[in-house]
């Protein structure tokens, strides 16, 4: 029987099982150093930064956390008690961080610097300690930066020095016209200010920070080369031309060099490429001139006038119709503007036609007037000449007038101006609570045989001022004979300040014919047009609570001759009148109205001359 043997390992193996090993053993070796210097370098630097470490390059290794802190904020670039020095081109000044929001946290650096190789993840940890150890670790300093303060900051900058462009002019030094010149506009680039601080404090880096301008250069920097043609340009007058096409064509209008020169200033252009300087009247003083000269040229168009001709009914021509005018100050402006720029000294104004509404070929039918639709007369028996003149000069400004359908009629616009130019002459009138000669008076005679036109023919009436007292000459019927009934409609006029106003409310234009017979004393005035069948029934109260005035009250008058008495104002009594009236048509109320007079007591005044004798009492006090 054969023995049995245990099978020996191959000589390889034997090897590799030794090389295993040894490699064990050597890794265990190699931990256990490293371990142990781990510990070792702990024990040796507890409570220090570890070796190698430094915050923006300031060495820490070794320090405590308090030694660490003190260090960053001694060395920092600029510390704890450091600026920051700023410069807007050429000037430079130094700015605390914290006014910029720039806060250096020395502690929190410390407790970063003292965590290397200490805490923190684990891969960092074995980083440090596998080759880092003697290495140099260069940490950021931790900052705080409040970017919304450096911002206001550099705002306030930009508002001290910031300097806007300025364009080259022509400026005027009382009438001397001189040449300014421009300068280049310089402005704070805030945003790219903003990254420059921070690119500074992300490296750490001392020094001046240079802030970022922008340049901004004047489209003219010289002015020079325009001052002469724009002094030549205020050599002479400006003028303004009416057109050719216009009656009074050649007419013109000046504005002196001295009246010009406040008026213009100097605007920049493009001309071939080129910024040129060309001369301008300043918008809002030019549009206040062209409106005043705007009234200087306007034309007010006027209906032709016409006579109702009461044999063949139709419309005899009166007056031509007068073709009206406007001043189009918009274009006139854009003209002169353009020739001024064009280095002329003169333009044509821009005239607009304005039409009357009527023309003179205008018929009775176009225009439905076709019969007489009411007349009616006052008397002036014992008005003086010049009372007179004025009610004919009065009444022939209403000759032939036409008013528009449905439209109102103002007597103190169409008569105008009341003047000794127009024709008037003087005469008693009442103002100012006295009856005194003064330019126009026998006016009101018109105003009240219009407003009993109005009443009686049955227009509405929206404005009427009755006169402070009865006037004795709108009550006559005859040279001696007076109708009480007649009170309360009568109508005064004082242009501009009290109007008599009415509204012609049909559907057609309404002709008006005013006749003043000295003969008769009398003034009529009649309306054409077509009636629409209304009907006027009226009222009146008559004059109720009447009034005895005071005695006649007399007064020296040093320019009278003694002895000589001179009456100067009428009594009359005082009242109150109520008239009303209902208008119809077709048995249809159109409207009723009424109109309320309250007259004063009037009490007649002399005048006498000096010595003169048996003045009566003066009735003062009564």
Same mark, same amino acid.
């Given at each position: 029987?054969?023995?049995?043997r ?30 142990a ?8 630097n ?5 070796p190698g470490i430094?915050?923006n390059g ?5 320090l ?13 670039f600029?510390?704890?008690q ?7 081109g050429d ?7 914290l ?5 250096l946290?020395?502690a929190?650096?410390?407790?970063q ?7 923190g993840?684990?891969?960092e ?6 080759g880092?150890?003697?290495?140099t ?13 450096a911002?206001e ?16 002019n022509?400026?005027?030094?009382g009438?001397?016209l001189?040449?300014?010149s421009?300068?280049?506009g &310089?402005q %704070?680039?805030?945003? *790219?200010?903003l990254? @420059?601080?921070? =690119? ?5 880096? #001392? ?8 340049e ?5 920097m010289d ?7 724009a002094q030549?340009l ?14 009074d064509?050649g ?22 490429g080129?910024?040129i ?25 006027e209906n032709p006038?016409f ?7 139709? &419309?005899d %021509?009166?007056?031509? *119709?007068?073709?009206? @005018?406007?001043? =189009? ?5 854009? #003209?002169?503007?353009?020739?001024l720029q ?19 070929d205008a ?11 009411h ?9 003086s ?5 004025n009610?004919d ?10 008013v528009p ?7 103190a616009?169409?008569?105008g ?7 008037y ?11 005194i ?11 009240t045989?219009?407003f ?12 009427r001022?009755?006169h ?10 005859s ?6 009934n ?12 009290v109007?008599l ?36 029934d009226?009222s009146?109260?008559g ?10 009250l ?9 002895g ?8 009359a ?6 008239v009303?009236r ?11 109205d ?6 004063n ?6 005048e006498y ?13 009564d």
């Amino acid at each position: 029987m054969q023995e049995e043997r245990t099978a020996e390992p191959s000589p390889f193996v034997q090897l590799a099982s030794q090389s295993l090993l040894v490699l064990f053993m050597g890794v265990f070796l190699f931990l256990f150093l490293w371990l142990a210097s781990i510990s070792i370098d702990q024990i040796w630097n507890a409570g220090q930064v570890m070796p190698g470490i430094s915050v923006n390059g300031i060495s820490v290794e070794g320090l405590t956390r308090a030694q660490a802190e003190q260090r960053i904020n001694q060395e920092f670039f600029f510390g704890t008690q450091g600026k920051f020095t700023l410069a807007y081109g050429d000037i430079s000044w130094d700015v605390d961080p914290l006014d910029l929001g720039i806060r250096l946290d020395a502690a929190a650096s410390a407790r970063q610097a003292f965590s290397i190789g200490r805490s923190g993840p684990l891969d960092e940890f074995l980083a440090y300690q596998l080759g880092g150890r003697r290495a140099t670790h260069d940490l950021p300093a931790v900052i705080s930066f409040n970017q919304p303060k450096a911002v206001e900051y550099l705002r306030r900058v930009s508002r001290e020095y910031d300097r806007p462009v300025k364009e080259a002019n022509l400026v005027f030094n009382g009438t001397q016209l001189m040449a300014e010149s421009g300068q280049t506009g &310089l402005q %704070l680039d805030i945003p *790219a200010s903003l990254d @420059r601080i921070t =690119d500074s404090l992300s490296k750490g880096q #001392a020094g001046t920070i240079q802030l970022v301008l922008r340049e901004q250069q004047p489209e003219i920097m010289d002015a020079s080369p325009f001052l002469g043609a724009a002094q030549q340009l205020l050599a002479d007058s400006f003028v303004l031309r009416i057109p050719n096409d216009q009656p009074d064509n050649g007419r013109s209008f000046s504005i002196s060099p001295e009246n010009l020169i406040p008026m213009l200033t100097f605007t920049r252009q493009q001309q071939d490429g080129q910024t040129i300087l060309v001369p301008q009247f300043q918008n809002n003083l030019l549009e206040a001139y062209l409106g005043n000269l705007a009234d200087r040229v306007r034309v007010q168009a006027e209906n032709p006038r016409f006579i109702f001709n009461d044999e063949t009914r139709q &419309l005899d %021509l009166l007056r031509a *119709a007068v073709v009206g @005018r406007e001043l =189009d100050i918009p274009a006139s402006h854009a #003209a002169i503007q353009s020739a001024l720029q064009g280095g002329k000294t003169s333009a044509v104004l821009v005239i607009n036609e304005a039409k009357p509404a009527v023309s003179d070929d205008a018929t009775a039918d176009m225009l439905g007037i076709r019969e007489l639709v009411h007349e009616e007369s006052t008397y002036f028996f014992g008005s003086s000449a010049p009372r007179v003149n004025n009610i004919d000069v009065a009444a022939e400004k209403f000759l032939g007038l036409l008013v528009p359908p449905n439209a109102e009629f103002s007597m103190a616009s169409a008569i105008g101006n009341i003047s000794l130019d127009e024709g008037y002459s003087e005469a008693l009138i009442i103002y100012d609570g006295r009856t005194i000669e003064g330019v126009g008076g026998g006016v009101c005679q018109v105003s009240t045989t219009l407003f009993r036109a109005a009443f009686f023919a049955g227009f509405p009436i929206s404005e009427r001022y009755p006169h402070a007292y009865r006037v004795s000459y709108y009550e006559k019927t005859s040279a001696n004979r007076r109708d009480s009934n007649l009170a309360g409609l009568d109508a005064t006029v004082f242009v501009p300040l009290v109007d008599l106003v009415f509204t012609n409310d049909s559907p057609h234009w309404l002709l008006m014919e005013t006749y003043v017979s000295r003969s008769a004393n009398r003034i009529t005035w009649k309306f054409y047009s077509t009636s629409d069948g209304r009907r006027v029934d009226w009222s009146t109260t008559g004059p109720t609570n009447t009034v005895k005035p005071k005695k006649p009250l007399y007064k020296l008058n040093p320019d009278l001759a003694p002895g000589e008495i001179k009456q100067v104002d009428w009594e009359a009594e005082g009242a109150d009148v109520r008239v009303s009236r209902t208008v119809r048509r077709d048995g249809e109320v159109l409207f009723e109205d009424t109109f309320f007079t309250r007259y004063n007591p009037w009490r007649a005044i002399y005048e006498y001359g000096p010595g003169t004798e048996g003045i009566p009492d003066s009735g003062e006090g009564d």
